[in-house]
């Protein structure tokens, strides 16, 4: 079987040790996709009441990876998240309870207002102290959909960026190739390692916990760092790009037509005018 | 019993001509009569019209008009039916899917008011955003209505917590087949010895009597705090014994943690997958891992807040252990998402079942489902034995899956033509008469319809049929209502 062997393909690396494969995962706190969404009293934020908080979806298939690499090859994966004291919570069911080793919760008030760069910036600096072979997120996350963070942590570290990656498979002992998907075709990507790659639909069907999981869950390693901690300042994620307002979308009013008629065929034929005349859709 | 006459002309039953375009509210486009025709026994007749009224008032005219002339009426909510109930034997259909509104809900009391033809998930949606709960779940409460449930006295996997449909409904008003209305209420005085103690609550009458004794048009009902929080796991055996084995340690555990208040298992529903339901869910199973090694599976849910949650599970985690289940592989699901991904997956089972019998309807063939429970301690014993009649008698493709800790576990079998019906059949009977032999229930929650009179027919004793018979006759003298359900009047 193919294996990883740092010592092949990290030589020169300070830190060269008899390992494996060490990937990082960015995991975010999110709203659930089918909590209903009502916007605070200051107008820019979302009224956490009643409303269910998980792992975005596509950070799920990014931890789901990590994980199958990790089961095939051996190694170590690590999860990081920039967020509330509430995404512990969920590292521990999102993350530890599947099979993840140890995770890192960055935490600082000064994180509750930054823009983009400045959660990528404190999870940039969250990976260097982990120096990882690969870094995996969600190719956005489900509630601001940005699609930001992950390139910027790449451009921060100055590693190699895949986006919207559906398949990845090692190449080399020091590659990946990796599949996305792009208007009608699919390109293949050849990227070296160390890289970030960020995670698409399908690339996987993310794991249930495991009763155990959640058993061990408990035991293992989650650390809280400050941003001082990571050897950053308030002033490193000061917001550059300020979110002003939210507002929920106008509600539209019912449109649809029941159409009449004295028998099924003249039903038909006043679909099909309709659907040439008003709704021009033939 | 209508004889068509001249073009669209019908004599009802004391002579007299009508049409049905007559009926105020009367459908009678062929296709759209169509839609209302068949519900997922596989059994199928397509209404002399459709009438889907609005209003109690609008349901009160229908049928004065209807038990003038004599014409049937059969009630209908969404025809998630599986007995044949909700098929119209002849007649018209009553659909109540336009009466669905929630009226009212008080949360100092909790008591909601609601009309029959809400779909029963989306009841129970409404119910939930006032921040209360009403614990009835059917299978198939996505596909059915409020005022269904009532009619059969649906139940759920819930059920084993919770009970059925019954205990939570505090009145009713019904529309009888003479069009008058009745407003129903539970007499809810701690003790009652007036005359016999199944016809000592009215309104229990109504409950589960599957449309033959009037319309509802409205359903009053209990409801009960939302539980602190909830999680639901699936625990794997090798077989269905060891599956069964694990439900009884479960069920033992609490009843000795709930009557001494010591830590125990607390679970609300106890499900069995067997191995033919896991081979039917695995393609479609996703992200959630079946081992190869499983021969059967249990979900089970149990009301915990997250702070204890942990220590629940280390007690399930003990438990299937013990029960020699393959404990390592249990799958929980954490969030609403993926409880409700497990739902799916549980759904798949009767849907897929009722799929696949509907295909084979051309072929003379359906799905047969059993619905006889037993006491759990003799579910073991139940469960061999059908599984030896399904065999031996039928010998077709069958799966059982469901409501293991009621003792009530659904076996379907997939006829594939008339022969294999027949077989199906008599297997089916055979199981009823078992259960019956064993302390239990031939029907427990799919009520009896048009495919199980014979049944009910055979196995209940006649005097009990002809008292059942007394109070259909008392309200129903003309027999308008719904024929052939229970009582297997009409063939279709
Ligand atoms: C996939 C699947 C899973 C299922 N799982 C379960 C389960 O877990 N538990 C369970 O108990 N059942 C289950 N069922 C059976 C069925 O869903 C229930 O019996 C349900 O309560 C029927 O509701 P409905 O609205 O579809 O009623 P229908 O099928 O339309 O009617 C059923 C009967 O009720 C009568 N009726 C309906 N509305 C009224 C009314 N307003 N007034 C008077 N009579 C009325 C009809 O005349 C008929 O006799 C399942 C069915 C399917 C297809």
């Known amino acids: 079987m193919f294996c990883f062997c740092r010592r092949v393909w990290r030589a020169g690396r300070a830190y060269v040790e008899e390992g494996l494969l060490k990937i990082v995962v960015l995991v975010k706190l999110v709203p659930s996709s089918e909590a209903r969404i009502r916007i605070a009293a200051d ?19 990014a931890v ?43 935490r600082d008030p000064a994180l509750d207002r930054t823009d983009t760069l400045g959660t990528a910036r404190a999870l940039a600096a969250a990976c260097r102290r982990e120096t990882p072979d690969l870094i995996l997120c ?107 307002s939210l507002k929920t979308p106008p509600v539209r009013a019912d449109q649809g037509i029941i159409i009449q008629g004295e028998s099924a065929a003249a039903k038909v034929a006043e679909l099909v005018r309709l659907l040439f005349e008003e709704a021009k859709a033939l | 019993m209508h004889e068509e006459t001249t073009a669209g002309r019908r004599e009802g039953v004391r002579g007299e001509s009508f049409t049905l375009e007559d009926l105020p509210g009367a459908v009678t486009d062929p296709e759209i009569c169509g839609a209302y025709a068949a519900d997922a026994s596989g059994l199928s007749r397509v209404p002399d019209a459709v009438v889907r009224p609005q209003s109690e008032d609008e349901v009160r005219e229908l049928l004065r008009v209807c038990s003038a002339r004599g014409i049937a009426v059969t009630p209908q909510g969404l025809r998630s039916s599986t007995t044949g109930a909700s098929v119209p034997a002849r007649g018209i259909v009553v659909s109540l899917e336009r009466m669905a509104r929630v009226l009212s809900i008080d949360p100092q009391r909790r008591v909601v008011v609601a009309e029959p033809g809400i779909v029963a998930s989306e009841f129970k949606a409404r119910v ?19 005022g269904g449930t009532v009619a059969c006295n649906a139940s759920g996997s819930r059920t084993y917590r919770y009970g059925p449909t019954r205990g939570y409904v505090r009145a009713l008003r019904v529309v009888l087949a003479d069009g008058s209305v ?32 009037g319309v509802v048009t409205q359903v009053e009902l ?86 204890e949650s942990l220590s629940a599970m280390e007690r399930w985690y003990a438990a299937i252990e013990e029960a020699e289940g ?16 497990l739902k799916r997956l549980r759904h798949a089972l009767p849907a897929g079942m009722n799929e696949r019998g509907a295909r084979a309807v051309s072929n003379g063939g359906r799905k047969v489902s059993t619905d006889f429970a037993v006491p759990l301690d003799k579910l ?60 239990g229930t031939m029907a427990a929650e799919h009520g009896i319809g048009k495919v199980k009179s014979a049944l009910y027919r055979r196995l209940y004793p006649v005097w009990l049929v002809e008292a059942s018979l007394g109070i259909k006759r008392a309200l129903d003298p003309q027999g308008i209502l719904s024929p052939g359900n229970i009582f297997g009047e009409d063939e279709i």
């Open chain 2, 222 to 307: 209990d409801l009960l705090l939302l539980p602190p929080g909830v999680f639901g796991a699936l625990a794997f055996f090798r077989d269905w014994r060891a599956a069964v084995g694990f439900v009884q340690a479960a069920d033992a555990s609490r009843r000795v943690s709930t009557a001494s208040g010591k830590a125990g298992l607390r679970p609300r529903c106890l499900e069995l997958f067997d191995h033919g339901s896991l081979d039917l869910v695995r393609p479609d199973a996703g992200g959630l891992r079946i081992p190869a090694a499983a021969g059967a599976a249990v979900f089970f849910e149990e009301e915990v807040s997250t702070e």
């Open chain 1, 138 to 244: 969600g190719k956005l996350a489900i509630d601001q959909e940005n699609a930001a963070v992950g390139p910027q942590v790449a451009a921060l570290l100055d590693l190699p960026h895949v986006s919207v990656v559906s398949n990845l498979e090692p190449s080399s002992e020091s590659a990946f190739v990796v599949h996305r998907e792009i208007e009608g075709g699919m390109e293949e990507i050849e990227v070296s390692l160390p890289a970030v790659l960020t995670a698409n639909k399908g690339m996987n069907e993310p794991r249930y916990a495991s009763l155990k999981g959640i058993m061990t869950a408990k035991k293992k390693p989650l650390d809280t760092v400050d941003l001082a901690a990571l050897g950053l300042d308030a002033q490193a994620v000061a917001p550059k790009a300020i979110l002003v």
């Open chain 2, 326 to 341: 393959l404990a390592d592989d249990t799958v929980v699901a954490q969030s609403e998402a993926e409880q409700a991904e």
């Open chain 2, 182 to 213: 009745r407003e129903v209420r539970r007499i809810s005085s701690d003790k009652n010895s007036t005359g016999y103690a199944g016809l000592q609550n009215p309104v229990d009458i109504w409950i589960g009597s599957e449309g033959t004794l």
């Open chain 1, 43 to 61: 107008g820019r934020s979302i009224d956490p009441a009643d409303v269910e908080l998980l792992a975005s979806a596509y950070d799920e298939y």
């Open chain 2, 380 to 439: 073991p014993q139940m469960m061999e034995e059908a599984y030896t009649i399904v065999r031996e008698i039928f010998g077709g493709f069958h799966v059982a899956y469901g409501h293991a800790g009621n003792g009530h576990p659904h076996f379907n079998l997939l006829a594939e033509d008339a022969a294999g019906l027949t077989k199906a059949r008599e297997a089916a009977r055979r199981m009823a008469e078992r259960a019956l032999d064993l302390g």
């Open chain 2, 128 to 146: 939930r955003e006032a921040g209360l709960f009403y614990p009835v779940d059917p299978t198939s409460e996505a596909e059915c209505t409020l």
């Open chain 1, 64 to 106: 789901e990876a990590a994980l199958q690499l990790k089961e095939k090859f051996g190694g170590e994966v690590v999860a990081i998240s920039a967020g509330p004291d509430k995404a512990a919570e969920m590292l521990r069911k999102s993350c530890l309870a599947l099979g993840v080793d140890r995770a890192v919760l960055v």
